[in-house]
């Protein structure tokens, strides 16, 4: 019989996966040669600046467009492409500046990482922390706070999240929250007390943009504004990056010290990666989290004997695997994906000399 | 109280703008050989969530942690920002015959 868990940060299964040796545990890493790696790390202003002038340049085109054929339907496809720059490919660059790993300059990364936050509406310092639990307790139920797809899976809940339902609404809200100078208990867990003044400025920032777009929006008597700023761009335009964010995890292992039990690698094509910024490579990201995006597609390479076959695309990921396991949770939510490696990889469970597998049964 | 230098490592095992990891006594401390040709020492693990700073990225006076983006002044031990809040402790170090020295007082 399978007890329903408790995924709270705050609740009981934190406790337990201490106890359990879980909690900021040693995972399982392909063994790399040190001067391969340090290779895989450097730093490049290059190919990020290359990648967000050729963003600008769309996202400028695609506003121009969506504003020149307002109140015609021709304005339809520009803002389609300009709610997927606005509120899907900022998913990526919310997560690589995040790492501070997109830019070799830092101030980049920083200035990236603050704009696309707003665009997606997560909080910079708050997610920050998050996304640094997900990293260090990946898919540990009671310590990681990114984990999306809770068992048994709420489908229509995870339905909603293409349309930016609650999230923009719940990121409203805890922005309104964070202005009064309030974290939440659970932020309270991961955020250092040192950070949360941060926390308070910026979420009045926020709330001030997101009262000036409605006034102008007032003021012009017209719903433009708000087409280009704010909740509404975040909210027609952040399926893509539900769609492709669901692949990460979704189906796969819970409580395991092994990124190749708990994460999925896909195959994507050139446009796809670009908005996505080759985030597809998750296993490879999570076994190594410093190597930069435009590095990741080498490391699988050099890593991809040792790592199951990728799923050929998007759309095999979510028949052969997504779809189906969501669905068998629905009966069974221990219902796990465990994904074949090629032969001649170090199997899951071994312990390899600098790391520990454990087996997802 | 006298002074306790411990020999750590040949000078020539580290390379230029690099670290590695030296432990002694149930400790872990990081070498750091400089782009300028300084050798550093440092405490081992990073002060955020006890990772190990050796399979890091050194770049100029800065050590990354190889898990968060921690990054450190090695040379300071100044913590540069989140997710990295504490200071890194650092290490008197000389170079003598070719060996590298670190003091644990």
Known sequence: MYQKRDYSVLGPENQAAVSRGLANAKWYRFPIPRQQMKELMQRRDGPPARDMLLWLVLFLGFAYGGYYFWGTVWCVPFFLCYGVLYGSSTDSRWHECGHGTAFKSQWLNNLVYQIACFMIMREPEIWRWSHTRHHTDTIIVGRDPEIVAMRPPAIFKILLYFFGYPTAFLALKKAAIHATGRLLPDEQTYVPESEWPKVYRTARIWLVIHVLTVATALYLHSWLPLMYVGVLPLMYGTWLSVYFGLTQHVGLAEDVLDHRLCSRTVTMNPVFRFVYWNMNYHVEHHMFPMVPYHALPRLHEIMKNDTPVPCASTIEAYVREIIPALLKQQRDPAFTIRRPLPSGATPYGDIPADGVAVPAE | ?105
């Open chain 2, 1 to 105: 109280m006298a002074e306790k230098w411990v020999d750590a490592c040949a000078a020539d095992a580290v390379e230029e703008e690099d670290v590695i990891q030296f432990n002694h006594g149930g400790n872990a401390y990081a070498i750091y050989r400089s782009p300028e040709d300084q050798y550093y020492a440092t405490d081992g693990l990073c002060t955020h969530e006890q990772v190990e700073l050796a399979d890091g990225l050194v770049m100029g006076d800065i050590i990354e942690c190889p898990m968060h983006n921690g990054r450190f002044n090695y040379k300071t031990g100044e913590a540069k920002g989140a997710p990295v809040c504490v200071n890194l402790k650092t290490y008197p170090v000389k170079v003598e015959g070719g060996r590298v020295l670190i003091r644990l007082d």
